[in-house]
């Protein structure tokens, strides 16, 4: 199957400190990849979509300005958390659906990357 | 969006089978029923999708009645390696891609 990865799967940084996290479709294009972010105990929450090629859409809530997304080839997407706190430590997962997108759920996520701020 | 509910946690013993049931009542006529495994400290992978009735592959059945208000994942002959959380999240029609993930189950298998 498809296979998308992501890096660093660990990081640990300083308060203050701007984190970025990459996201790779290996063997197809991703015209959309989707950023979650995920506390210990709980389900998964979207961040933003990423299109390729155009601004990200973030979901209500989260700070488009804290959390760059950077989409500039069809294999790669990018978040950066900007100026970390502790409250941004968390488990943040990227999907990616191919050219057209997918209308039957059929996504294919990375492994997820533990960001820890101290 | 409304969010798909299931039950917080199940428990089970090796070679039962398991059946998980979601509610997505406020599902949308176009959308597609989706379900997902995750083990901790990594992202979900895809299981089985449908659009109505019933869905077979290779590790799972997937039930959905007519009014398409809640589906069953079916497990047969669960193992230790089954244990994990499942997701149903809503796969919103038309928006790529999207997927609005709810609480999860944690299925527990035990010897």
Redesign the interface.
């Known amino acids: 199957g498809a296979v998308v990865s992501q890096h660093p799967s660990r990081v640990i940084c300083k308060s203050g400190t701007s984190v970025k996290i990459e996201c790779r479709s290996l063997d197809f294009q991703a015209t959309t990849m989707f950023w979650y972010r995920q506390f210990p105990k709980q389900s998964l929450m979207l961040m933003a979509t990423s299109n390729e090629g155009s601004k990200a859409t973030y979901e209500q809530g989260v700070e488009k300005d804290k959390f760059l997304i950077n989409h500039a080839s069809l294999t790669l997407s990018t978040l950066t958390v900007t100026s970390a706190h502790p409250e941004d430590s968390s488990f943040y997962i990227c999907s990616a659906s191919g050219s057209g997108g997918t209308n039957t759920g059929e996504l294919f996520f990375g492994e997820g990357s533990r960001l820890t701020v101290l | 969006l409304a969010k798909t509910t299931q039950p917080i946690s199940m428990d089970s013993y090796e070679g039962q089978e398991v059946n998980i049931t979601c509610s997505h009542n406020n599902i949308a006529t ?1 959308d ?3 379900w997902y495994q995750q083990f901790p ?6 299981i089985i ?1 449908g659009y109505k009735t019933k869905v077979t592959n290779e590790v799972a059945s997937l039930f959905i009645p007519a009014d398409r208000k809640s589906s069953t994942l079916s497990l047969p002959r669960v193992s230790l390696s089954d244990t994990a959380v499942y ?1 149903c ?1 809503r ?1 919103p ?12 189950t944690e299925l527990s298998v035990k010897p």
Do not use: A, M
């Open positions: 176009n597609y029923i989706t400290s990594q992202g979900p992978r895809f999708q997701y999240p796969c029609y038309n928006q790529g891609g999207k997927l609005i993930f709810g609480q999860g």
